[in-house]
């Protein structure tokens, strides 16, 4: 069990950085293909686009075909999707790279926490997929800091070059060590898509779509908005990434250390509102160098400390569905990513300047939070104690 861990943590750390690495070289892509910086912004949109398009079509049709076989598949589209975009020169390319990068992102983490049910011991699923996701949370420590830092000395290919190369890893690890097994559920394709009849997963959904926005309008643009505004040097950014991926893993760890006093509705709840509050203080004091930087470490924090509550409450919503449910999740969160890196550039399209980005950052992560308590209302005013 732990080497399927380790295979499906390090597809996740792929993932990671393929989704989260491209803030951290926005300009010298821009520069380098000679697109505007809210263009090169427009690369997140597209991955995003990929994860909605591939995480149901795969969710729907996984059990045909063996789920190692089909980790395969998705890890050889990560890698095509890499060496398209590292190889791109124009921005129909670029963005066509990225869509196939994104194609099997969601996928990816629904087919891995089906594997997960199947080979982990009872009682220890749970624990397997958190250890699945940490990858991703690793890739913004370690990973994506790498990737900035490769950007800024040598060009963002490189990067993307190292993603690529990656994934033939992450496709080695698959082929030795996750076993040949199948679904065989027997869910009929009408019953998985029963529980959307209820309008609860539609605002967990929400609250996903919304929270993630939120913190992307800001970060998607958190490399010019450091470097224009707050006054670090360039040279600083790859510390800068490292900081704001400890607090995604901390945040992690803190999200799952508070669910042993409080229920996952309030977890998230409360964290959407700090959120918030942190993204408006950034668009008042993004000038100051160390309220910046530790309004990012909790921004960034909130972020992941969101994924597991939000999560919980997603299977808790979608029974006879699990597997369309977290697909749907990750496509809401992908979403999100692109509404949310949309409306950052609008501000900056508009002509104002990279603080503003905070403005519609906040909005949309306080609408996070109206949508659960939305949700909370639906269930009842008992339900918040106990969903």
């Not at 499906?8 to 926005?26: D, K, P, Q, W, Y």
């Not at 040598?154 to 993603?163: A, G």
């Not at 029963?194 to 929270?211: E, H, M, Q, V």
């Given at each position: 069990?732990?080497?399927v861990?380790?295979?499906?943590a ?8 393929a989704e989260?690495g491209?803030?951290g070289v926005l300009t010298?892509?821009?520069?380098d293909v ?6 090169a912004?427009?690369m ?8 909605v398009?591939?995480?149901p079509?795969?969710a ?8 190692k076989?089909?980790?395969?598949f998705?890890a050889l589209?990560?890698?095509a999707?890499?060496?398209i ?8 390319m670029?963005?066509?790279g990225?869509?196939v990068s994104g194609?099997?992102?969601g ?6 926490a089906i594997i997960?049910?199947?080979v982990a011991?009872?009682g220890?699923?749970?624990?397997a997929?958190?250890g699945?996701i940490s990858g ?10 790498i990737g ?7 060009s963002w290919?490189?990067?993307f070059?190292?993603i690529a190369?990656f994934n033939?890893?992450v496709m080695?690890?698959i ?5 040949d097994?199948?679904?065989e559920?027997k869910?009929t394709?009408?019953?998985q898509?029963?529980?959307?009849k ?5 605002l ?6 919304f929270g993630?926005?939120?913190?992307f309008?800001?970060?998607s ?6 470097i224009f505004?707050?006054?670090y040097?360039?040279t600083?950014m790859?510390a800068i ?6 607090g995604?893993v901390l945040?992690n ?9 409080f229920?996952?509705?309030?977890i ?5 509102l ?7 203080l ?9 309220a910046?930087?530790s309004l990012?470490?909790?921004?960034c924090?909130?972020l992941?400390?969101l994924?597991?509550p939000l999560?919980i ?13 977290a697909a749907?999740g ?5 979403l999100g990513s692109?509404?949310g890196?949309f ?6 399209t508009a002509?104002l300047?990279?603080?503003y980005?905070?403005l519609p950052a906040?909005?949309?992560?306080l609408s996070?939070?109206?949508s659960?308590?939305?949700?909370s209302r639906?269930?009842?005013h008992?339900?918040a104690a106990?969903?």
């Amino acid at each position: 069990m732990k080497k399927v861990i380790v295979s499906l943590a390090l597809g996740t750390f792929g993932l990671g950085m393929a989704e989260f690495g491209i803030m951290g070289v926005l300009t010298e892509l821009a520069k380098d293909v000679q697109i505007s910086i809210p263009a090169a912004g427009h690369m997140i949109s597209w991955y995003a686009l990929g994860v909605v398009l591939g995480a149901p079509i795969i969710a729907l049709f996984s059990n045909r075909f063996s789920l190692k076989h089909i980790m395969v598949f998705l890890a050889l589209l990560c890698l095509a999707g890499n060496v398209i975009f590292t190889l791109s020169s124009s921005y129909v390319m670029l963005a066509i790279g990225r869509l196939v990068s994104g194609f099997p992102h969601g996928a990816f983490f629904g087919v891995g926490a089906i594997i997960l049910t199947k080979v982990a011991q009872p009682g220890r699923v749970t624990a397997a997929v958190a250890g699945m996701i940490s990858g991703m949370t690793i890739a913004n420590l370690i990973g994506v800091p790498i990737g900035t830092w490769l950007s800024h000395e040598f060009s963002w290919r490189y990067t993307f070059w190292l993603i690529a190369a990656f994934n033939i890893a992450v496709m080695v690890s698959i082929l030795m060590w996750i076993p040949d097994i199948a679904d065989e559920a027997k869910t009929t394709l009408s019953a998985q898509f029963r529980f959307l009849k209820s309008p609860a997963p539609w605002l967990i959904f929400a609250a996903t779509l919304f929270g993630n926005a939120g913190v992307f309008a800001w970060f998607s643009y958190i490399k010019p908005l450091m470097i224009f505004v707050s006054g670090y040097a360039e040279t600083t950014m790859p510390a800068i990434m490292m900081l704001v991926g400890l607090g995604m893993v901390l945040g992690n760890m803190l999200s799952g250390k508070l669910s042993r006093w409080f229920t996952p509705l309030r977890i998230a709840m409360t964290t959407d509102l700090v959120i918030a509050i942190a993204l408006a203080l950034i668009f008042f004091f993004a000038w100051n160098k160390t309220a910046s930087l530790s309004l990012a470490f909790i921004s960034c924090a909130g972020l992941f400390a969101l994924s597991a509550p939000l999560q919980i409450l997603l299977l808790q919503n979608a029974k006879g569905g699990e597997m369309l449910g977290a697909a749907g999740g990750q496509m809401a969160f992908n979403l999100g990513s692109a509404v949310g890196a949309f409306c950052g550039g609008m501000m900056l399209t508009a002509g104002l300047t990279y603080q503003y980005v905070a403005l519609p950052a906040a909005l949309l992560s306080l609408s996070a939070m109206i949508s659960l308590v939305l949700y909370s209302r639906l269930k009842g005013h008992g339900a918040a104690a106990v969903q």
